[in-house]
């Protein structure tokens, strides 16, 4: 079983990295094999023709993809899906192989464990429209917040993997960005605390549009695939 993990794709936007891995690896991959996307992926778009062809390309993949939600997601859909528990934790399943791993839980995949915490804040909003291409789902919640580090604690504060679609305070410091809102300065902070607390590996995020490493553990993915 391999995990192969990546930054957004934002629909068919930036969807073609996925498809070049996999027509380069043709053969290689099963269904028992998983891709993860962290965050903004639009399999729950703000465009009905987009999403489909976005689902379509997801679908004829030979893997199972697996992803958190980023901040360009249409929440108003992806949150209608009846909540299932995968793995020790709780997802929506869009399609039987395109499956939603929701914030603040703890997958344990093949031995593996996974921490996920999606969401972030949207710098474009003000050229968005609220419930259309914009929702301020996109933050987490206080009962999300609390969930997670409840999970974390039944874990010991023991994971092999963390995916997020932000990153922690000091990691994005780190990489040259700023506090852009109160909302995105308490996920970071929280996000710090995780890091803080936490045994783990290595922890992949998205969301900043580059590939950047920190301090050998903290992984910035966009157009890099790793594969583990």
Request: charged letters at 25%; a negative charge.
């Amino acid at each position: 079983m391999s995990f192969i993990i990546t930054g957004d794709t934002h629909g068919m936007i930036d969807i073609n990295k996925i498809v070049n891995f996999f027509n380069e690896h043709e053969g290689e991959y099963t269904p028992e094999d998983y891709l993860i996307i962290c965050g903004d992926v639009g399999v729950c778009g703000f465009s009905a023709s987009e999403e489909a062809e976005t689902r379509r390309v997801f679908r004829n993949l030979p893997v199972t993809t697996l992803f958190i939600d980023g901040n360009h997601e249409n929440f108003e859909q992806l949150n209608s899906y009846g909540i299932d528990i995968w793995n020790g934790g709780k997802v929506h399943f869009i399609e039987d192989r395109i499956i939603h791993l929701m914030r603040g839980q703890v997958f344990e995949i093949d031995a593996t464990r996974f921490f996920t915490f999606g969401g972030a804040h949207s710098i474009d909003k003000m050229y968005r429209t609220e419930g259309l291409s914009w929702f301020p789902e996109e933050i987490p919640n206080r009962k999300e917040y609390e969930e997670g580090w409840h999970n974390l604690e039944k874990a010991d504060f023991q994971v092999d993997y963390i995916l997020t679609h932000s990153g922690p305070r000091e990691v994005i410091a780190a990489m040259g960005y700023g506090e852009m809102s109160d909302d995105e300065a308490e996920l970071r902070q929280y996000l710090q605390r995780v890091a803080d607390n936490t045994d783990f590996t290595a922890w992949y995020f998205g969301h900043f549009h580059e590939d950047t490493e920190v301090e050998d553990m903290f992984f910035c993915l966009y157009d890099d695939i790793v594969v583990l």
